[in-house]
């Protein structure tokens, strides 16, 4: 499925965090920079503004039949999300039916559900919404605890930032790892990456901006071919190793070594996406020496070896 024209499909009350996610990734134009243009459509049932519950309203251009050759159709948070009208169900079974991607941002999983288009799909939405979204919807298998998941042609995101993640690798899966970053970069986002092959759930390191972290940090991004210990890190950040390692997960939630690993495996994926390096000379470029150690990590982290990864992602020159 192409990725060209995308239709958002706003409920009363619009959550405009999430929706502005959308408008965000797929409303503006860069084609200044390489990013392809996008025909994208903000769809409504019903003429009119819509309430976002702040003092401000959205006005829809289009109506729901704007969305009936899209090949994105997307549904941000909106309290009505649980009890959506009958003509928005129908154009989300029409979107899956033939073939379109059909995305939610936090509580836009409700309307999906309420389509029954997660009935036997991977799923997930804000922690805080999850139990009642399993409980409404028995069929669905929702993972409370990853920020989104692909299954098929649909993806379902967690709470607000959390759709930039899932809209980024929607865009890297169809326009390739070059325009996703343009965007990223554009937004002061990290370009986070798919994972699993079977689920496509992606954990993407968390990032931290904090001044006692952040040149450590941004020094391991530039040295990830170079073998690096705790006692190396805490030296440079003029800590103890004890008080180093707390304060590594407390400000990224993850340990130093893993946060190495996931970066490297992150380096590895470009590579393997942008060019034609031999396995062996990917696994020395992203830092992990040999190309058993490289397939030993990258398919524990992504769910499929480097070697079939590349067959599925990369671009043509």
Known sequence: MALHSI???LQEPVSLFEYGVL??????DRTDEGVPAFDYRVCAEGPGPLDARNGTSVTAAFGLEAAADADLVAVPASSQARAPSTAVVDVLRAAVARGAWVMSVCSGAFTLGAAGILDGRDCTTHWRHAEELARLHPLARVDPDVLYVRDGTVIT????AAGIDAALHLVRLELGSAVATTIARRMVVPPHRDGGQRQFIDRPVPTTTAESLGPV???MLE???EPVTVDDLAR?????????ARRFVAETGTTPHQWVTDQRVLRARRLLEDTDLPVEAVARDAGFGTAALLRHHFTRCTGITPTAFRTQHRQPA
């Open 157 to 160: 995101s967690a709470g607000t």
């Open 236 to 244: 440079r950040a003029a800590m103890s190793p004890r008080t180093f």
């Open 7 to 9: 239709a958002v499909l």
């Open 223 to 225: 040295h990830l071919e």
């Open 23 to 28: 408008a965000e990734v797929f409303g503006l």
């Open 217 to 219: 940090l941004e020094w």
